[in-house]
């Protein structure tokens, strides 16, 4: 692994290269972009980035279900429920089950995200490739570093639960700017296209979802 040297006093400290660039991707995300689009990384970075965050995510979701479930049970009296919270083995299930399932999901969410706003900036006269599309779009997780954190939060403190669910889903809106900043550097054109290409895919995702499970519901009404 690549280190970079930092010099705090009379000290030096070497940190990995990928935890420098992502503090230059908070602080100046167009920047960072262009530099990543001239140097043509090739995807294993962003490939990385989205992996870390949806281990760290989905596996903190995990601790933190199991442990709200356990206080939950505790305030009752012995349930079938609260009898299994005591397994240890299914607490590890659950976790372990959340991360693979949750890394899973998100990976694809990635390609099929990356497929989607390519098709899109394309219509918009784009002029990058689909290797440019798929890099930003994976370097647009590391907006889950503030879920990450508040997650941490969370367990530690659980009356928080409610300012993470309010960090999810204004990350989540900071993701898609990050991607929109991404695209419109990718292909060369205006921040409102990038924009467009970011957010058109998630309402064409959300689409099909509800075409596809349409039946469903109309059985059930």
């Known amino acids: ?48 980035y989205v992996a870390l965050f949806a281990i760290a995510k989905w596996g903190l979701s995990g601790v933190l279900i ?14 079938p429920f609260a009898a299994l919270s ?4 299914l607490r590890s299930l659950l976790v372990y089950g959340m991360i693979l399932g ?13 497929l989607l706003a390519h098709a899109v900036a394309k ?21 889950d570093v503030a879920v990450v954190a508040a997650l941490l939060f ?25 991607a929109g900043i991404g695209l419109s550097e990718a292909h060369g054109f205006s921040l409102s296209k990038g924009l467009v290409s970011a957010v058109l895919p998630w309402l064409i995702m959300a689409a099909g979802v509800m075409v596809l499970t349409s039946p469903w519901w109309f059985l059930r009404w």
């Open 123 to 143: 219509v918009l006269k784009g002029g990058g490739g689909y290797m440019r599309s798929l890099n930003v779009l994976g370097y647009a997780w590391v907006a």
């Open 66 to 79: 199991t442990g709200l479930s356990e206080s939950a049970m505790s305030s009752f009296g012995m349930t």
């Open 102 to 114: 949750g890394t899973v999901s998100e990976l694809f969410a990635w390609f099929l995200w990356s």
């Open 154 to 178: 969370s367990i530690l403190f659980p009356p928080l639960l409610i300012l993470c669910i309010v960090v999810l889903i204004v990350s989540s809106v900071w993701k898609v700017v990050i």
């Open 86 to 89: 005591e397994a240890s083995w």
């Open 1 to 48: 692994m690549k280190l970079t040297e930092l010099k705090l006093g009379g000290s030096k400290l070497k940190i990995p290269g990928f935890m420098v660039r992502m503090g230059g991707f908070v602080t100046s995300p167009r920047v960072f972009f262009n530099v990543v689009i001239h140097e043509r990384r090739e995807p294993l970075e962003p490939l990385l």
